[in-house]
Nanobody, 123 residues
Framework: QVQLVESGGGLVQAGGSLRLSCAAS????????MGWFRQAPGKGREFVAT???????????DYGDSVKGRVDIWRDNAKNTVYLQMRSLTPEDTAVYLC?????????????WGQGTQVTVSS
């Protein structure tokens, strides 16, 4: 089992920035993929970013089209934490942001999810 706790959400003005954190505990692995998703009211879950292990101390990152160029994802394995830096935020970024872990490492099928952190962007 893996437990995930997100933090860092809040209210920000359009054009602003936020950094989200997701702390993992339990059966964590540096080879698991860790990702961020979001869900806005009345909409489905949307992929934001993922980081996958590709070799010793090496990870790649993939981003959703709607956020590409405005977010960065990275992880600190010593802290079992994954981060999402978001910038140039718009009201369309308003959503609950959820962290997830894919134990297979592929980043295609996530096994564990956090409860989410609310991000609200005002115009």
């Amino acid at each position: 089992q893996v437990q995930l706790v997100e933090s860092g959400g809040g209210l920000v003005q359009a054009g602003g920035s936020l950094r989200l954190s997701c702390a993992a505990s339990g059966r964590t692995s540096s080879r698991s993929a860790m990702g961020w998703f979001r869900q806005a009211p009345g909409k489905g879950r949307e992929f934001v970013a993922t980081t996958r292990w590709i070799g010793t101390n090496r990870y790649n990152a993939d981003y959703g089209d709607s956020v590409k160029g405005r977010v960065d994802i990275w992880r600190d394995n010593a802290k079992n934490t994954v981060y999402l830096q978001m910038r140039s935020l718009t009201p369309e970024d308003t959503a609950v942001y959820l962290c997830a872990v894919d134990e297979s490492g592929t980043g295609r099928s996530y096994d564990y999810w956090g409860q989410g952190t609310q991000v609200t962007v005002s115009s």
